[in-house]
Each structure stands twice: as C-alpha cells, then as structure tokens.
C-alpha cells in the first residue's frame, strides 16, 4: 500500500506555457442537482475552477440551475425542465456532451427511478472520462460501468453498488473486475484501479459537513478533463481536497463549511 503525497501534484500540473490558450486546458459537464439540492453541482463546478479546468457548464433542473447561476459569475448553467432530471432530457444533454472533455455527475440528482434511467442513458452514449458520484452510484449498474469511470463513494454507496463491505480488498477487487477507478473516501482515502492501490491520509473529522466530497468530484472531473490519467486525476483529487480541508480546520474547526474548503486550494498548489 502506497500512500499519497504532494508529489502528486508534480504529476499533474505542469508549468503553462506562454502561448497556452482558452480550451486548452479542458472542458467539463456538470449534470446533477434537484428541486431541493443545488449545492452539489455547485460546489463540483468550483472545485473544478480552482484546479484550473478552462471551462465548466452545469446542466441541471430548472431551479437549482438558477440556484447555481446566482452563486457567481464564473458559472454557466443551463436550465432543464422540470424538478428532476429524466430521460426526456437527454436529446439537450447529448449536445453538451459531444463538446466536453470530461462529466462529474451524480451530485443532488435524488433516487427516483426516472432519475436512475437518465442517468444510465447519458453514460451509455458517453465514451469520454466521467466522475459517477453520490446517487449516481445508486443509479447506476455494474453492467453500465465503463474502464474510464471514476467511482467517487462513500462506504455505503460502495457497499450498495458492489454488494461487498467497503474494505481495501474488495475495492480492489471491484475495479479490477469492472475495469474501472474507485475512490473510496474514508478517514484514510482508498483508490484502486484494479492494479494499484493508493492510500490518501490527509483529510479529518470536521470534514463529515456536507459537501466536501462534493468539491473532491469537481476536483477530479476538472483533471480528468485537463487529460489527466484517471488513476492519478482521482489520487491527486482525494489528496488536494483533503489537504486543503485540513487547512481550513486549523482555523475553522467545528465552524468549517465546506465552502471553506474552496479558499485554500490554491494555498495546496502553490
């Protein structure tokens, strides 16, 4: 078992070229959010800025669209109809997906069973990287699961979607068989491809707030779509996320929100 450190940042961010321009850097699809949840995508889109993707759109239900629009400026949303995501939004959403680079979604999509079959339907016709995390995880099959799928979980989604008690082993051996990458968060990050299996030690306890794992998939989403590996986009997400929570606690301590979390990103990568 190998534990992460900051050289993982070396890996994946390189020094910008003079010349480097817009859409160099990669574009990212948001879909996820409700009637009742907005802060999910939310916070996936600004983790992924912080980490320097070029661009991010969120696609999500009318109101947490205009939700996450009014959070700021930097933020482009497009309002789908409705209060829940389903599959007659697909033909919109299939036009998003052709131009991005890489998706996060699953954040505040909720558990309806015509939530589930949307969410199904957009993977199968994506072939690009895709971070599947929180109800994602619930809507999704083992069948749907694709080599170049981030698993972002927690133990009783893992335990959901496998069947198996969230441990090293069977994270393992659950990547290896669907061919894919999980990260598993825990008080010590698990990340597994199947053939490597990395540990991530920062992070703590004020971090159970709401939200924090949230930023971890924007983090990796924003990777994923600057072309980074997955193995290496999903350690470096689960080390910058924890290290700038543990950043955030050492003031904020049980006052920490995981808005917090945002402002010291940038302290990780300097």
């Not at 160099?24 to 409700?34: C, R």
């Not at 949840?37 to 800025?49: D, M, V």
């Not at 959070?71 to 829940?84: A, E, H, M, Q, S």
């Amino acid at each position: 078992m190998t534990v992460i450190t900051r050289d993982i940042l070396k890996k994946v961010f390189q020094k910008r070229r003079v010349d480097s321009h817009k859409y160099q850097f990669g574009s990212l699809l948001v879909i996820g959010g409700n009637k009742t949840y907005h802060g999910s995508p939310t916070f996936n889109a600004l983790g992924a800025y912080r980490t320097g993707v070029d661009l991010v759109t969120v696609l999500a239900p009318e109101r947490a669209a205009n939700l996450v629009a009014s959070c700021g400026p930097d933020l482009i949303t497009f309002p789908l109809k409705g209060d829940y995501l389903k599959e007659s939004h697909f033909k919109e959403i299939k036009e998003f997906t052709e131009s991005c680079d890489a998706m996060v979604i699953g954040g505040g999509i909720g558990r309806k069973e015509s939530t589930k079959k949307a969410v199904r339907k957009i993977l199968k016709n994506f072939s690009k990287p895709v971070v599947v995390d929180a109800d994602g995880t619930r809507a999704i099959r083992q069948k749907d699961i694709k080599k170049n799928f981030v698993i972002k979980c927690h133990s009783k989604e893992f335990e959901f979607i496998s069947k198996k008690k969230a441990a090293k082993g069977n994270v393992e051996k659950f990547a290896k068989k669907n061919k894919c990458t999980v990260l598993l968060s825990a008080s010590k990050d698990i990340i597994s491809n199947g053939k490597e299996t990395m540990e991530n030690w920062t992070g703590n306890p004020y971090m159970t707030v709401g939200g924090t794992g949230d930023i971890m998939a924007g983090i990796c989403g924003s990777l994923l779509a600057q072309g980074i590996p997955v193995m290496e986009a999903a350690c470096a997400a689960a080390y910058i996320n924890g290290r700038s929570g543990d950043l955030a606690a050492k003031i904020k301590k049980q006052s920490l929100m995981a808005s917090d979390i945002l402002d010291y990103i940038e302290k990780v990568l300097l």
